[in-house]
């Protein structure tokens, strides 16, 4: 499917998704985003594709949410805004959730500024790798409003409380390398070749079983919330699935082959 506000790419069953409002830092509007839930269903429904990497098309990652649409939310009749606000609010969970969940190994790969939304966008993809350019700032705050998109969820796993407080409280600016001594980006690039590392680390993690990736990400994302007991219920019904696929049972043929051979 061709997209107007962003781009999307397979190659070597690797898909690239481009955030494509360079003029705009790629704020998301509200039609950018049926676009991306969209694009992001496409990818995670593909068994061809092994591995997603998401970036930002010029100087930034990703902005925030599009202001014009704020405007326009704050000009509906006073009836409406609550009710219309839920409805979007629903649109960007599901758009946050589709990243978070999706079966396969997800890499940001920041190029620019990411902020607000941008910033939680990052966040929920498994791994970040950014550029000596990206920055990120939660500024919610200084729109009056609070952290829409996944910070209060995901940041706190990667800084942990205090720090999650101190930088959604201030919506201060964090520059790369604080972003890596915190813990919020895993991998630093150089801008020339941000994509194209994060592309081949995208395709390294691919290299995975796609069940034993999708299950193993399914279980690890709520480990934080369930028991022991539960993980390793969850665990044991996992490793049934795994027993039946196909790519154990080639694993595990191709180990006995070299053991025979070299026992021969």
Not at 76 to 92: K, L, T, Y
Request: glycine share 8%.
């Amino acid at each position: 499917m061709n997209y107007a506000l962003i781009e999307l790419k397979m190659e070597h069953g690797i898909a690239t998704l481009t955030l494509n409002r360079p003029d705009k830092r790629n704020a998301m509007s509200d039609a950018m985003r049926g676009e991306f839930i969209d694009a992001l269903e496409s990818v995670c429904a593909d068994k061809a594709i092994r591995a997603l990497v998401l970036t930002g098309a010029g100087k930034g990652f990703c902005a925030g949410g599009d202001i014009s649409g704020m405007q326009k939310r704050m000009n509906a009749p006073a009836g409406e805004v609550g009710f219309n606000g839920w409805h979007r609010q629903q649109r960007v969970h599901h758009a946050q959730a589709l990243l978070h969940t999706c079966p396969k190994p997800v890499i940001a790969a920041v190029n620019g500024a990411a902020s607000g939304l941008g910033a939680d966008t990052a966040l929920a993809c498994d791994f970040i790798i950014a550029s000596e350019w990206a920055s990120f700032t939660w500024s919610y705050i200084h729109r009056g409003i609070i952290p829409d998109g996944g910070a209060m969820y995901f940041l706190p796993r990667r800084v942990g409380l205090p720090m999650a407080k101190q930088l959604i409280f201030t919506g201060r600016k964090v520059d790369v390398d604080e972003a890596l001594s915190l813990g919020i980006v895993d991998r630093k690039a150089p801008s020339e070749s941000l994509l194209a590392d994060a592309q081949a680390w995208a395709a390294q993690l691919g290299q995975a079983s796609p069940t034993a990736l999708a299950l193993t990400k399914t279980i690890l994302n709520q480990s934080f919330e369930l028991s022991s007991h539960d993980i390793f219920a969850q665990g044991s019904q996992a490793q049934g699935i795994c027993y039946t696929s196909s790519e154990h049972r080639a694993s595990v043929e191709a180990f006995l082959a070299k053991t025979a051979a070299r026992d021969e």
